[in-house]
């Protein structure tokens, strides 16, 4: 029987919360995308827990913010005990307050399939659903396209296929790219969904001491907890696969009580130490991201975060080049921009587990040291790139730069009705921002906003965009469709705008 061959405009390999953002992104540009996942259904488990600040303004883009914070928690208490003992309370973002500039001042915690399942909801409102049972096998590529091999037989023929397929990524050992770095086969931990008897659902629960460790996480509106312990191990120091048994076993060891118990546990899964990055991101049309790029500890909680983040930045540019916006160079700043980063976080993540180890050991100190400007993600910055230009900057001292993230701000409209500087931003096109100054015509997708201090049709009047962007006098920003400043200058500064658009279409 002759195995059907179809065709996309990108193949995503993986619907975890990479490929599903990535999707979301080329679906709302209108690009012909289709994503396939081996699992015959979808995945329940809680595993990355932790949604960071800049993770947050990446998924209100997709108009998701209400949803997630009627569904998760922002404000997470730690209750630690050492040997049994209760030691201390301590909230990680107790300073933490939301500031103009940006809206999320801590993180969300919130089980990873439940973000997942957001994410298919807003692709199914592009009518892409994620195709189940849809197994990459092989692939093969030329100048033109590249051909996907699935187990079923069938063919899938795209313009770029991008494999989100998780560590063990099948697309990255097909591309050939080595994944160096280091695995620790002893230091493993055990992990579930457990629901709880006779645990306060309001403290994540952190239990330390000579015994290892045991770390009970709740969620919000739910029983579930996330369980994560040192694995028991055997006669050879050979680590126990984990069981509802062996789960009650370690609760009853870390806490001596009776009255906790383990009623029921599912994705029991064994987690072991793995700090690892592909070399390259880029072979001809096939692309990686997220864990088949990078795998982190799961201190700092950064593994699903900067899969979302990599999308984030892959999807906008793959959109504009697929559109005839831009030339299929801008493809190649995806890596030049997202493998520094993924470098530094696998330092950041290695220094947060090794900080957590060592701060368990402790009686008296809580956990709050894995919090930082690099775990938040408000602070990454692509400087560097050959996408940032600083023609003049906005005004003097440290005044946002090309690369740099571009902060929110709070305005308001002709009528005096509030609106956000993240509102313009939401969507896939190029924002220019002229301040105090007339903003040149655009072509194309791109948006151009005068805003002024006391008049117009954008005023702001409480001064928080000028001071955001370190403005003073006049000034252009121009600001990319993943909320990064491309440029900076003066009124004058049009030409300089127009071109750096014009060069990005070639
Ligand atoms: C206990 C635990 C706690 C964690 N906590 C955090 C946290 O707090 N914060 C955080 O940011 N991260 C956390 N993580 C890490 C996070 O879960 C991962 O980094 C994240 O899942 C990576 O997303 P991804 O989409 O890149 O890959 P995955 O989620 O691994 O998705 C890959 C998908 O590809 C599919 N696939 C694989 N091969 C093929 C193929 N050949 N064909 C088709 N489909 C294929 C798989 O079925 C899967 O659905 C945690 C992980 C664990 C285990």
Not at 414 to 429: K, T, Y
Request: charged share 25%; aromatic share 8%.
């Amino acid at each position: 029987m002759a195995h059907l061959e179809t065709a996309a405009t990108v193949l995503i390999v993986g619907a975890g919360p990479t490929g599903l953002t990535l999707a979301c992104s080329l679906a709302r540009q209108g690009i012909g995308v289709r994503i396939i996942d081996k699992s015959t259904e979808f995945q329940s488990s809680s595993r990355g827990k932790g949604l960071n600040p800049r993770s947050l303004e990446v998924l209100a883009d997709f108009g998701l913010d209400r949803r997630l914070s009627a569904e998760g928690r922002s404000r997470q208490l730690f209750r630690k005990y050492f040997d049994g003992v209760f030691v201390t309370d301590t909230d990680a973002f107790e300073d933490a307050r939301p500031t103009p500039d940006a809206p999320y001042e801590r993180g969300l915690f919130i089980p990873q399939a439940r973000v997942e399942g957001m994410l298919r909801d807003v692709l199914a409102t592009y009518r892409v659903e994620v195709e189940l049972g849809g197994e990459l096998v092989e692939f093969g590529q030329d100048e033109e396209r590249v051909t996907a091999l699935l187990a079923s037989g069938g063919r899938i023929t795209a313009d770029y296929l991008v494999g989100c397929d998780g560590g063990r990524s099948t697309v990255r050992k097909g591309l050939g790219i080595a994944f160096p770095g280091s695995g620790d086969p002893e230091t493993a931990m055990v992990c579930g969904d457990v629901v709880m008897e006779g645990l306060d659902p309001a403290y994540w629960h952190q239990w330390f001491g000579a015994k290892g460790a045991l770390l009970l996480c709740p969620f919000e509106g739910s029983d579930s907890w996330q369980f994560q312990a040192s694995p028991e191990l055997d006669e050879h120091g050979r680590v126990i696969e984990p069981s509802l048994e062996s789960f009650r076993r370690i609760v009853a060891r870390h806490t001596g009580s009776t009255d906790l118990r383990v009623r029921s546990a599912s994705w029991l899964s064994t987690w072991r130490v793995n700090v690892r990055m592909a070399e390259r991101y880029r072979v001809g049309r096939v692309l990686i991201a997220g864990d088949a790029a990078h795998v982190h500890p799961i201190a700092g909680g950064l593994g699903m975060n900067t899969g979302i983040q990599d999308a984030w930045n892959l999807g906008w540019k793959l959109g504009h080049v697929l559109t005839g916006q831009a030339g299929p160079g801008l493809v190649d700043s995806y890596q030049e921009e997202r493998l520094p980063i993924a470098a530094r976080l696998l330092n950041v993540t290695t220094a947060a587990m090794a900080a957590v180890t060592e701060r368990s050991r402790t009686p008296g100190v809580g956990l709050e040291v894995v919090r930082s400007e690099d775990t938040t993600g408000l602070a990454i910055d692509y400087r560097w790139s050959s996408l940032s230009r600083d023609v003049h900057p906005a005004g003097p001292g440290d005044a946002p730069q090309a690369g740099d993230r571009a902060p929110d701000a709070p305005l308001l409209d002709g009528e005096g009705r509030p609106v956000r500087l993240f509102d313009l931003f939401a969507g896939s096109h190029f924002t220019l921002l002229a301040f105090g100054c007339p903003a040149p015509r655009l072509a194309g997708t791109a948006r151009a906003f005068r805003i002024d201090s006391d008049a117009g049709p954008l005023r702001d009047a409480g001064g928080h965009a000028r001071r955001a962007y370190g403005v003073q006098g006049d000034a252009l920003i121009l600001v990319r469709p993943d909320n990064h400043i491309a440029l900076t200058g003066r009124a004058g500064d049009a030409d300089a705008v127009l071109s750096y658009l014009r060069e990005l279409g070639r």
